[in-house]
């Protein structure tokens, strides 16, 4: 093995301090490995998924800073100082986000590998907008793509999750 | 098992059965813990990758893959000189897993390595040389069908025609189903339409890429993770295709992120589990999307051309069929499913469908809900669409003066025994979405349709704990809820509250062989096991309460949870509940479980009708569903939020098919929309809220009636969706799907033909 | 490959200008990563530009405004003044994707990603806008429909970043609007695009007007003959059906899996027409 080549792949390795979920999180990535790879291949958060890995379908959606974004499209590297949220990071302890225990009751989900990306980005969407039409929440998520519920049983999940928190 | 002598299940009080309790897998599924087929990991885990064809067609002279294999990190290459030909009947299998001297179309799988990391893994393939001769290919169907196409297998003659023809061709068969003869029903009738028709292959296009993680050890003992609709079959033909014990291997069904049919096969597991036992270590083998959209399994397109006759007053006196299937590179397109169901609605004395089942240099297909069902309600109901316009008869009345119900012989062969489609019919006459008023360039269209429902091979084992809860393994993954609906059922017969029931899905080792969560049978199947083993479960509880008392077992009833005597005579005795049983279980006898092994027979067909209104923008094309109904007999609704979800998921994905949804093939024949960019989808924004009504029309063959629901709900949205856009854009469309250029050329071609 | 995120415009030219390989600039990364992913490119230096804050800012400037390269499509939405005067670039640019590409998407990016299709930049070359460009032999200034040249080439040398897009000032009277054609209602690659700008006098007539097409060309193209159809008219029937069949006829485009040339040629009439009545409206203060 070629000491020298090993040093220098290693020399393209990234080191990141972040925060996920409100705790503080160093890695070491590739250079080219995304946030997605990171989080589900480094640090065991797979609630995010893989769907298309080009940015069409959203369910690696995770928050950066306050905004929604597809994690196949952010580099591991660019995490450093930034605020990551992900869907393990909306429940407190044992209790629910009221999107969560919404998507349960009004049966929003059916296989639920959309769902973590749903709930991160309707809590996103909520965030910026609590009382959203529902051709608002429908544009909202359009970025988030359902292959078995048509949309109808989440739309409503999102419209009940943000009564109940408008109530505080 | 027939229907219950003591439920009659339209009047009867169940207790949970009908409720719409917390699915068990729901907190997983919505903190992100659940585990899907990509989730998993292993200690020296590999990363598994495969090398395609980039050609549709070619002669694959020689690989080398010397070069790869010198590559740091990689442990491991296969070919298809790894895998055992053996099992005839898996000879089309193994042959798309891996090429063998062809490659048949683009995204053929050719070699696969796996490596310490994806970058060395993609690196590897680009080092492995294969040296293709480039060979002339076809795509469409019906090119495919004329002499001189390309031939891709050597040795195909068409089945079932007389004389068996001398050539080659990729006409794989033939088939015919029907009854009379449709030359004297339509001289009877006083108006004939017929029309050809054309549908795009799409993509099932679950969100969830095949994944899974095999991991064989060097005593060949294997263990394979893997999402799936069908472990048990997995597992079966993966032992086939690399020589093993079918005991020597289990797989686990992971939680799955859809499948609507198209992982009722194997991919990529067999090439998995044979790179796992090269390289002596797991290895982890993910789809990425271009490689779902070009190597697993799209459904077939169709060219149909169908031919039916009214009497001025709406009776249909004959209805004709031909159509052609391609079901991309190897035989078996669901075009015997779609000759049967053609005419299936409807009672007809005249009928006849032919089908051909035709190869083309596509990627082998896959089941899709209802597999050859939706394209032919395509056409037939818009000729019926047509035939009601022109005789001026309301679309749903002219549907319930043919419809078939309870004895009607039909056009597949069989009697019916109660079906609700005239329910179902009247249901969506009665719904406001039927009157009510439509805007400009808006139009209203309705379809209905049919699905057979099967049974089919089901284990189940229900074990009573020791604090009296219930442990339910049942072998069917859970595609749509139906660990909900099994405890439900469970609970149920057991007279105990849902919670205490929990369901997992066993392995491969831990339960007996299950047939493919496919066919809608699940909630039927695994549901009618389950009421088997409650009530052997139930049988041995009686038997202990009455050793208890020093009773006869039949002298013991269970009743809504106890155990109790079956009349004063037997004595008077306090009620035993399940927990009371449990507790002393260890000295009445021992562990207390009931089971059933059974073939389920009985399905009972489900019938659906469908109401949309579409929008046309006549300057561009552009279409926009407005409104949706759908009106379907579930027969008994275990979990009605369930089966909602399965209309309204059946519908949507109707709705892309019908309206943006197709492969499309360059004139290389390459893929040229292997992603959800432009594999257009509908997204959220799309579509409206979708009303659903459920018909209860009880299954004679099954104890609570249920019938199957999820595949029916995809078969008449192509159909209904293309009356409303030929009702607003004022012309009729034929071909799908109906995308803005081609909605729009049909309009300008109307305008034209009438200035 | 390497990852840098540079603090300035300096150091950013530097390595991009630098000899090792291929270097491409790292912004919202939604064209970048995907091409990185699907093996269309395989980049030896990636230059994450988002740490310098000249290129994330937006900046009033002499009646206009200075857009930082890398300010995403949700703070474009987010700006009000921006969005008062410039409601068709701000709208186009949040076409772009979804919320999530919102999130990361820019204008910079768009642009000099080169595709005919980009939504961003026909609403840019209608309103006049420049690109400013830093590089290693200092800043220039370009007009947009400049940047692209052909599908994902730009006429940048080595070593230049697109460092802001310049929006002129805006005369009284004045609107703009954006229109795509999409199959679906969200999330598609533009069939067509139409930018449109134009300027009224006090008496409701057309003095000034840019319109620019997307997706029916190899680059976007400005179209002076649509403008001309309009100029010195009142934007009655008269002047829109001339200014679509301008449109129309302008267009070049090619049969692809998102549309046929047919119905390109068509429905960029449409569109461009559409495009003008809101503009008109806008400039009308309604």
Not at chain 2, 10 to 35: E, N, Y
Not at chain 2, 94 to 99: D, G, K, Q
Not at chain 3, 212 to 235: Q, Y
């Amino acid at each position: 093995m070629n000491g020298g080549r090993v040093m220098g792949e290693m020399m393209s390795k990234v080191k990141v301090s972040t925060t996920i979920n409100g705790d503080p999180v160093e890695y070491l990535c590739d250079a080219e490995e995304t946030l997605l790879d990171v989080l589900r291949d480094h640090l065991g958060l797979t609630g995010a998924k893989e769907g298309c890995g080009t940015g069409d379908c959203g369910a690696c959606s995770v928050v950066v800073d306050g905004r929604v974004v597809c994690s196949c499209l952010v580099l591991g590297a660019e995490a450093e100082g930034r605020k990551v949220t992900t869907v393990e990071g909306l429940a407190t302890g044992d209790r629910l986000h009221p999107l969560q225990q919404k998507f349960l009751e009004f049966a929003a989900l059916q296989c639920g590998v959309c769902t973590p990306g749903f709930l991160v980005a309707a809590k996103a969407l909520l965030d910026r907008n609590p009382d959203p039409t529902e051709t608002e929440i429908r544009f909202g998520l359009a970025g988030n793509l359902c292959r078995c519920t048509g949309y109808d049983k989440i739309v409503r999940a999102v419209q009940a999750a943000a009564a109940e928190m408008r109530k505080g | 098992m027939p229907l219950d002598a003591t439920i009659d299940p339209a009047t009867h009080k169940f207790a949970l059965v009908g409720t719409r309790p917390l699915r068990p897998d729901g907190i997983d599924k919505v903190t992100g813990r659940a585990r899907f087929g990509a989730d998993a990991s292993a200690p020296g885990m590999l990363v598994g990758k495969i090398l395609r064809s980039p050609h549709a067609h070619a002669r694959i002279r020689a690989i080398d893959t010397s070069k790869a294999a010198k590559l740091p990190g990689v442990k491991a290459i296969v070919t298809r000189a790894d895998f055992k030909e053996g099992d005839p009947g898996l000879r089309d299998v193994l042959h798309n897993v891996m090429a063998r001297d062809k490659a048949l179309y683009d995204g053929h799988a050719v070699a696969a390595v796996a490596a310490t990391s994806a970058a060395v893994a993609r690196k590897a393939l680009k080092l492995i040389r294969v040296d293709y001769e480039i060979l002339p290919h076809v795509t469409d169907v019906d090119e495919a069908m004329k002499p001189g196409a390309p031939v891709l297998h050597a040795d195909m003659i068409t089945a079932n025609v007389e004389p068996a023809p001398k050539k080659a061709s990729n006409i794989a068969s033939r088939c015919e189903f029907g009854h009379g003869d449709p030359e004297i029903g339509f001289k009877q009738a006083d108006l004939v339409i017929a029309r050809s028709f054309k549908t795009e292959a799409t993509h099932q296009g679950y969100i969830e890429p095949h994944a899974c993680l095999a991991s064989v050890g060097s005593d060949g003992q294997g263990e394979l993770w893997v999402c799936t609709q069908g472990h048990y079959m997995v597992r079966n033909q993966c032992a086939s295709l690399l020589g093993m014990d079918v005991s020597k291997l289990r797989v686990t069904a992971s939680e799955i992120g859809g499948g609507f049919g198209g992982k009722t096969t194997v991919f990529i597991e067999p090439v998995a589990l044979a790179l796992s036992r090269k390289a002596g270590r797991p290895v982890k083998l993910v789809m990425s999307r271009e490689e779902v959209f070009r190597a697993s399994g799209p459904t077939s397109s169709a060219s149909m051309d169908v031919k039916i006759g009214v009497t001025k007053d709406g009776r249909i006196t004959a209805g004709t069929a031909e159509i052609r299937f391609q079901g991309g590179a190897f035989a078996g397109s669901p075009v015997e499913f779609g000759a049967m169901s053609a005419f299936a609605c409807y009672d007809l004395e005249h009928v006849k469908t032919v089908g051909y089942d035709v190869v083309t240099n596509r990627p082998k297909q896959a089941a899709y809900r209802a597999p050859g069902a939706p394209m032919v309600a395509f056409a037939v109901e818009s000729v019926l669409d047509e035939l009601a316009k022109k005789i001026g008869m309301d679309p749903i009345e002219l549907r319930l003066k043919n419809a078939a119900k309870e004895g009607t012989r039909s056009s597949y062969g069989p009697k019916y025994k109660r079906i609700g489609l005239i329910e179902c019919l009247e249901a969506a006459r009665r719904h406001p979405h039927y009157k009510a008023p439509l805007g400009p360039n808006q139009g209203r269209g309705i379809a209905a349709g049919f699905w057979f429902n099967f049974g089919g091979q089901t284990c189940v084992s229900l074990n009573v704990n020791v604090d009296g809860t219930v442990a339910l393994a049942v072998g069917t993954p859970d595609i749509g809820g139906s660990r909900a609906s099994m405890c439900l059922i469970a609970a149920e017969e057991l007279g105990i509250g849902y919670e205490q029931v929990r369901a997992i899905v066993a392995d491969t080792s831990s339960l007996g062989y299950n047939d493919i969560s496919e066919g809608s049978r699940v909630t039927f199947s695994t549901g009618l096991a389950v009421i088997q083993a409650a009530r052997d479960a139930t049988a041995k509880l009686c038997a202990r309460a009455a050793k208890t008392w020093g009773i006869a077992p039949d002298a013991v009833v269970w009743e809504k949870g106890y155990a109790k005597p079956a009349s004063p005579n037997a004595g008077s005795f306090a009620p035993l509940s399940l927990a009371d049983i449990a507790k002393t279980a260890g000295s009445t006898g021992g562990p207390i479980a009931g089971h059933c092994e059974v073939n389920a027979e009985g399905a009972g067909v489900s019938f659906a009708v469908h109401m949309t209104d579409a929008e046309v923008d006549r300057e561009t094309g552009r279409v926009e569903i407005k409104r949706y109904t759908v009106v379907q007999d579930a027969g008994k609704a275990i979990h009605p939020s369930y089966v909602e979800g399965q209309y309204q998921g059946g519908a949507a994905q109707g709705i892309g098919w019908a309206i943006n949804e197709e492969y499309v093939y360059g004139r290389d024949g390459r893929l040229q929309n292997p992603g959800f960019l432009d594999y257009r989808i509908p997204v959220a924004s799309d579509l409206p809220m979708i009303d659903t009504v459920i018909v209860e029309t009880p299954n004679p063959g099954h104890p609570y009636g249920v019938r199957g629901v999820g595949e029916t709900s995809i078969v008449p949205p192509l159909a209904a969706v293309a009356n409303a856009v030929s009702a607003a854009a004022g012309v009729r469309l034929s071909e799908l799907p109906m995308a803005p250029p081609r909605v729009l050329a049909a309009i300008d071609a109307a305008a034209s033909r009438r200035s | 490959m390497r990852y840098e995120a540079p603090t300035t415009a300096k150091e950013a030219v530097r390595l991009m200008a630098g000899k090792a390989g291929m270097a491409r600039v790292l912004a919202g990364g939604t064209d970048l990563l995907v091409q990185i992913r699907t093996d269309r490119i395989a980049p030896d230096l990636i230059v994450d530009i988002k740490r310098i804050a000249g290129m994330r800012s937006i900046m009033t400037k002499s009646g206009g405004f200075r857009i930082g390269a890398a300010v995403s499509g949700a703070e474009l939405g987010e700006h009000k003044a921006l969005r008062r005067a410039w409601p068709g670039v701000v709208e186009a640019a949040n076409l772009i994707g979804s919320i999530q590409i919102q999130s990361r998407a820019t204008m910079g990016g768009n642009l000099c990603n080169a595709s005919p299709a980009a939504d961003s930049v026909p609403a840019l070359v209608a309103a006049g806008a420049t690109a400013v460009i830093v590089g290693p032999r200092g800043r220039r200034s370009l007009p947009v429909e400049d940047v692209a040249v052909a599908p994902g080439r730009t006429s940048l040398k080595k070593g230049e970043i697109v460092e802001a897009i310049v929006l002129p000032k805006r005369a009284p009277r004045s609107g703009d609007a954006y229109l795509r054609f999409i199959p679906r209602s969200e999330m598609d690659i533009a069939v067509v695009g139409a930018g449109v700008s134009l300027t009224l006098d006090r008496n409701g007539v057309c003095t000034a007007a840019r319109v620019a097409l997307g997706a029916v060309a190899e680059r976007v193209i400005l179209v002076p003959d649509a403008a001309k159809a309009l100029i010195g008219s009142t934007v009655d029937q008269a002047a829109l059906e001339r200014l679509a069949a301008a449109a129309s006829a302008a267009c070049r485009p090619i049969d692809d899996k998102r549309g046929t040339k047919k119905f390109r040629i068509k429905v960029a009439g449409v569109l461009a027409r559409r495009a003008v009545r809101t503009a008109l409206a806008r400039a009308q203060g309604k």
